[in-house]
């Protein structure tokens, strides 16, 4: 918690430009599956992080848990997701420039992981377009993006991620199409052009590392997501109707293209 009573650390914020009008939906947790749906405008829509949950090879993440525990693998992974919450607050905070603090021990650890996300990465950002934005690709998907930026001259997607430890970038393959999901659906409702997606991340330790895609990057990786909202919509093809969108058809569409 915030303790409003300590004198809150100011921040000068970021350049905001109204160049886009966002639709905001509705965050809904499925209580039978536990699952994130977006609502918009009474379409419930499965989010990102749940297509790619639910579409992704979990050996690696099984294999850990058996290594480490079931226990200690709960507690390591309820750690980093309370300690990325509480750096993503930072970061909003800072970019929004409001005041804010936290001096919860998790708030301790998060402040300077964001701090050096603030010296390493936001200061190629000219100016943004919005902060913890809701995104829908009508009838697909939605989600939640940290950051609709123009980072060095080019309209850009940013996710921020805190890991235990540094990533090799054939592990952070699902963030690549986490980002090119978003930037599909900017492009889709708004008319946009996003040309960039850049990841930033810090571990506890404050080891900085940023991956972009650009261009034909990120159009392959959009290509792939399709590819996996497409298993999505196999998997639940049983509980009910596909998409009246067919990813098939923006598939061939890419394919067309390459």
């Not at 301790?108 to 902060?131: D, F, H, N, R, W």
């Not at 699902?174 to 930033?200: C, F, K, L, P």
Request: hydrophobic residues 30%.
């Amino acid at each position: 918690m915030v303790d409003k009573l300590e004198k809150q650390t100011q921040v000068k914020g970021l350049k905001k430009s109204n160049k886009y009008s966002y639709i905001q939906g509705t965050r809904i947790t499925d209580h039978e599956t536990g699952n994130r749906v977006y609502d918009f405008q009474g379409a419930r829509l499965p989010s990102v992080t749940t297509v790619l949950g639910q579409t992704k090879n979990k050996k690696f993440l099984t294999d850990w848990k058996n290594k480490v525990g079931a226990e200690e693998a709960e507690r390591i992974t309820n750690l980093s997701s309370k300690r990325g919450t509480a750096m993503h607050k930072f970061l909003e905070s800072h970019i929004q420039g409001i005041g804010y603090d936290d001096l919860t021990p998790i708030g301790c650890a998060a402040k300077p992981m964001a701090q050096k996300v603030i010296e390493m990465g936001l200061t190629s950002i000219e100016e943004y377009y919005g902060s913890e934005v809701m995104l829908h690709y009508p009838g697909l998907y939605a989600g939640s993006t940290d950051l609709v930026c123009n980072h060095n001259g080019l309209e850009t997607i940013v996710d921020f991620k805190q890991s235990n430890r540094p990533k090799k970038e054939e592990w952070i393959y699902d963030y690549y199409m986490q980002i090119a999901a978003y930037a599909m659906a900017h492009d889709e409702v708004y008319g946009s052009n996003i040309r960039q997606g850049v990841i930033m991340i810090c571990t506890p330790d404050l080891y900085y590392q940023e991956f972009k895609m650009q261009d034909a990057m990120l159009r392959l990786w959009k290509h792939r997501f399709l590819g996996r909202l497409d298993q999505y919509h196999e998997l639940e093809r049983d509980e009910k109707e596909r998409a009246n969108i067919d990813p098939n058809k923006l598939l061939e569409e890419f394919e067309k293209d390459k």
